[in-house]
Structure formats: structure tokens, C-alpha cells
């Protein structure tokens, strides 16, 4: 079991890299806590896949270091490292029974036979493929598969960490849920750093303790799914989590008051000058309200949609489409309305960075 440590990592698939765009992976420092649950959470093609293989080793870094605890593992094989990676599409042997496919990675690591027995049952039993153990692999479906990947990543105790890539891309959509839930147990139970790879906010922000959040190459937050949602420390964090995400709007800022066009948001401090080529305002649905005409910034209504738990209104402001809650009892004649802000959730962005009291200043000097 380990800390795993990234160091001024990057990677760039192809030779001789010289601009960011050359670069799979920018510079990335993170630091995985020993028993964490993370989740790695990004859009398809920003670097999850070579991030994993980059600590498991099946892919050497252009640059930095890879550290389990003190250890430098960088130029150290994957059979050195004692980490078990779960991928996309299952890997099983097909002749072997599903039982043999189990005990394999212990076998290989001459762990005793008893031991690898009682191993292989407790792990059958979490995963419900006890009734099949027999089972020749070759005859059962994607699922079943998929569930003896799992498996047999989980099946070592004494790893340092378990990596699964997307594990449950092809697992049924019913299924899915359960099987998130039985990683989340199966994590409780045995205290070993997960880091799950998905491209879906509803499986990270279920399975994780902690949320690593990447877009282009690079880490743009880390957080509790808490902390996501209520401080995006990117724009792109901003509107990639939560449904819909954060309304996001080009603004000017003048103390303690933000300029969309020529219409006044009040902000919860005084900011001082911002030099950016972008400045934004960001804003959650959840504290946008929808009001009749008068009230607050005027908007134009162009449809209201009920998503069960709530009312989303979307609306037009000075040109810009935003998304904004439907208070119950509300209801609005006509297409005109306005928007009321909750200033305490009025975030500004710096070239898609989260201004906050540190890099601005709390109060204006
Ligand atoms: P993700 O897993 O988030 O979808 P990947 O890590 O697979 O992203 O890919 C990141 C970037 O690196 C993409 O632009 C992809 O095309 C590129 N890439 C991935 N694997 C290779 C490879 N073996 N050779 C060249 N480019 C690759
Ligand atoms: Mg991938």
C-alpha cells in the first residue's frame, strides 16, 4: 500500500515534443493518499488512459517522476510496481474456468494454495459470481466477463493501489449501479487507494471521496464532489458537473459589482482590477431564480422544462442562453422575466481560472 506521488509529470506521444499541444499529459503534480477512494473524471481524449498507465507502468513518462511512498518507481516495470489495473473491455482467459481466472494473479505470485481458495470464494462471493466459479469463461456474457476483470483486480490484497479504467462501459446499465456500490463496500472493507477513470459525473461523484477533475491534459481540480459543485475552480469544472452545469458569462468587474452588458450583478466582495483577456461570471442554475418581469435582471423566457425534481427555465439575456430554477408557485405570463442572483454563489473567472480572495485581494486596496 502506498502514497503515490506525481511528479512534474507529463507525456507526449510523439518524439521531439516542443508546443502544449504536443503533449498528451501538461504538467501534472498530484498526490494520491494512501486508502483514498478518487475518482479521475474527464471528457474522452484529455489523458485518463495515460494517466493510469503512467502509474501502473505500462507507460513511461516524457518527463517527471512516479513515486509509491519513498520509492522512485518511474523507470521500474509494471510487474515491479504490484498495482492492479482493471480496463475498459474485459481481459480473461476464455479456456480457464472462472474460478482459475481468479486465483491467477495469486498463483503467479506463489501465494498458497488454501489461501488462494479462500481468496477466490471471497471475492466470487462479492461480485455474485460464486454460481459460476465452474464455468468455463469462453460461454459467459459481456457482464459476467467483465465482472472476472474486477475480479482479478481485486483478488490481491497486498497491492498498492487498484486502478480501473472505465470498468463499467460494458457492463448493463442496471447492473452498473450495483456494481459501483459493491467497489465502494469492497474500498471500505479493504483500506487500498482506488482511482476509478470515467468520463461520467454520476459515476464519480458516486463512487469518489474525491474528485480528480481533468480537461486538456491537465489536472483542473481536486475536490470533494461537495466542493465541485460549490466552488468550480475552472470554468470547465464549472459547467462539466451538474445538470445542467454552471451558467457561464463574459462580464466586467468594477469593485463590488459585475457588468453583464449594461446590467448590474451585485458580487459578495469588492474585487480589484482584473488583467485578463476573459473575465466571466459563473453561476450555478440551483441559485438563479426565475421571477416575474421587474424583479431582477430582465430575460427573455424561451422554454420551461420540469426534471422532476425541479423547474428549469431556460432564458435569454442580453443575447446569452442561461439556465435558471423555477421557484414553486411561481408562474410567468408571456416570455418576459427576470433573474435573481444569489450573490454569495456569484463565482468570477480569469481566463477560465477562479478568482478567489487570495489571487485578488479580499477587499479592493
Ligand atoms: P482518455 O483516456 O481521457 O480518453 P487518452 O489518455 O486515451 O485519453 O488520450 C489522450 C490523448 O493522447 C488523446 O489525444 C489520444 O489521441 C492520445 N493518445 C492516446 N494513446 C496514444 C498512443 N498510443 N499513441 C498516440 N497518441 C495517443
Ligand atoms: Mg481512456
Redesign the pocket.
Known amino acids: 500500500m502506498a502514497r503515490i506521488t506525481l511528479d512534474h509529470l507529463a507525456h507526449a506521444?510523439k518524439p521531439d515534443p516542443r508546443r502544449a499541444e504536443d503533449y498528451?499529459l501538461k504538467e501534472i503534480n498530484h498526490v494520491w493518499n494512501q486508502g483514498g477512494a478518487y475518482a479521475l473524471l474527464?471528457p474522452?481524449?484529455?489523458?485518463?488512459?495515460?494517466?493510469l498507465n503512467i502509474i501502473s507502468g505500462l507507460v513511461r513518462p516524457t518527463r517527471g517522476r512516479v513515486r509509491f511512498d519513498d520509492l522512485d518507481v518511474t523507470d521500474l516495470p509494471t510487474e515491479a510496481r504490484n498495482i492492479a489495473q482493471v480496463f475498459q473491455f474485459p481481459v480473461v482467459y476464455d479456456t480457464m474456468t472462472v474460478r482459475e481466472n481468479l486465483a491467477f494473479p495469486l498463483k503467479n505470485r506463489h501465494v498458497p494454495r488454501d489461501r488462494t481458495a479462500r481468496r477466490v470464494e471471497e471475492i466470487a462471493h462479492l461480485l455474485d459470481l460464486t454460481r459460476v466459479l465452474d464455468r468455463k469463461a469462453s460461454n459467459l456474457t459481456a457482464d459476467m466477463k467483465q465482472k472476472i476483470s474486477l475480479g482479478r483486480g481485486l483478488v490481491r490484497p497486498d497491492v498498492a493501489a487498484i486502478l480501473f479504467d472505465e470498468p463499467l462501459t460494458v457492463i448493463d446499465p442496471h447492473l452498473k449501479w450495483q456494481l459501483r456500490s459493491t467497489l465502494k463496500e469492497i474500498h471500505r472493507a479493504l483500506d487500498i487507494t482506488m482511482i476509478y477513470?470515467t468520463h461520467d459525473q454520476t459515476e464519480a461523484l458516486t463512487f469518489a471521496d474525491k474528485v480528480v477533475v481533468?480537461h486538456d491534459?491537465a489536472v483542473v481540480q481536486t475536490g470533494t464532489p461537495d466542493e465541485l459543485f460549490e466552488r468550480p475552480a475552472h470554468t470547465f469544472v464549472g459547467h462539466f458537473i451538474g445538470s445542467p452545469g454552471m451558467n457561464i458569462l463574459p462580464c466586467r468587474v468594477e469593485g463590488a459589482s459585475a457588468f453583464i452588458g449594461s446590467e448590474r450583478v451585485a458580487l459578495k466582495r469588492p474585487y480589484r482590477p482584473l488583467v485578463a483577456e476573459r473575465v466571466e461570471l459563473g453561476i450555478r442554475p440551483e441559485f438563479v431564480q426565475l421571477q416575474p418581469k421587474g424583479v431582477g435582471l430582465p430575460v427573455h423566457v424561451r422554454r420551461i422544462d420540469d426534471i422532476g425534481r425541479a423547474r428549469i427555465a431556460r432564458v435569454e439575456m442580453n443575447g446569452h442562453p442561461l439556465a435558471a430554477s423555477v421557484p414553486d408557485g411561481i408562474s410567468i405570463e408571456g416570455d418576459e422575466a427576470s433573474l435573481v442572483l444569489d450573490p454569495r454563489h456569484v463565482h468570477i473567472y480569469a481566463n477560465g481560472h477562479l478568482v478567489t480572495d487570495e489571487s485578488a485581494g479580499g477587499h479592493a486596496a
Open positions: 506521444y498528451a474527464g474522452s481524449g484529455c489523458g485518463k488512459t495515460t494517466l477513470v481533468m491534459g
